[in-house]
T-cell receptor, first 113, second 115 residues
């Protein structure tokens, strides 16, 4: 089976740091993605982890532990524009070599002054 | 230039009608997808095509029929629309690669409201 869990909602203060967790149980694993989705817009790519460890990209970092089925997205120096939903998505092993992604329900982050 | 474009952006229609949503990508990707995002914001895959060939067909009512005239286009036709079909439908495309997952580029979505 496939299951991806993330908190439904989080709030944080402008300038602070927030960590959004994601746990997954999938029949096989081939990479984990984080996407950002502003209200009424399309999801946009933030990060990709396939090996254990931390990937840093500016104010955003993503961590993966494959043995624990766990990832987090770390957002630093929060800005009001970071208010959005953050979607965790897992790529199961290839089915005929194709990139099927399975998404979690998303975490709605509200940043306030 | 929009990478993945969907039309229409909004679609309001009555129950029982038939409607189509169109999607085009200019990224040169081989694979295209349709995802449905319901009111709880859960993105769920419906279909995927690779080079015009259907490769993923999740448990979707057969009222939904995708069509891919070429690898740059993937359309979605829905027959006999029902209230529960109301959702945002996202088209996406990706490259393919052995041993590597490439992420998706999403279209801007089509908000379908069935009344």
């Amino acid at each position: 089976g496939q299951n991806i869990d993330q908190p439904t909602e989080m709030t944080a203060t402008e300038g602070a740091i927030v960590q959004i967790n994601c746990t997954y149980q999938t029949s096989g694993f081939n990479g984990l993605f984080w996407y950002q989705q502003h209200a009424g817009e399309a999801p946009t790519f933030l990060s990709y982890n396939v090996l254990d460890g931390l990937e840093e990209k500016g104010r955003f970092s993503s961590f993966l532990s494959r043995s624990k089925g766990y990832s987090y997205l770390l957002l630093k120096e929060l800005q009001m524009k970071d208010s959005a939903s953050y979607l965790c998505a897992v790529g199961p092993p290839f089915s005929g070599g194709y990139n099927k992604l399975i998404f979690g329900a998303g975490t709605r982050l509200a940043v306030h002054p | 230039d929009t990478a993945v474009s969907q039309t229409p952006k909004y679609l309001v229609t009555q129950m029982g009608n038939d409607k189509s949503i169109k999607c085009e990508q200019n990224l040169g990707h081989d694979t295209m997808y349709w995802y449905k995002q319901d009111s709880k914001k859960f993105l769920k895959i419906m279909f995927s095509y690779n080079n015009k060939e259907l490769i993923i067909n999740e448990t979707v009512p057969n009222r939904f029929s995708p069509k891919s005239p070429d690898k740059a286009h993937l359309n979605l036709h829905i027959n006999s629309l029902e209230l529960g079909d109301s959702a945002v439908y996202f088209c996406a495309s990706s490259q393919q690669g052995q041993g590597i997952h490439y992420g998706y580029t999403f279209g801007s979505g089509t908000r379908l409201t069935v009344v």
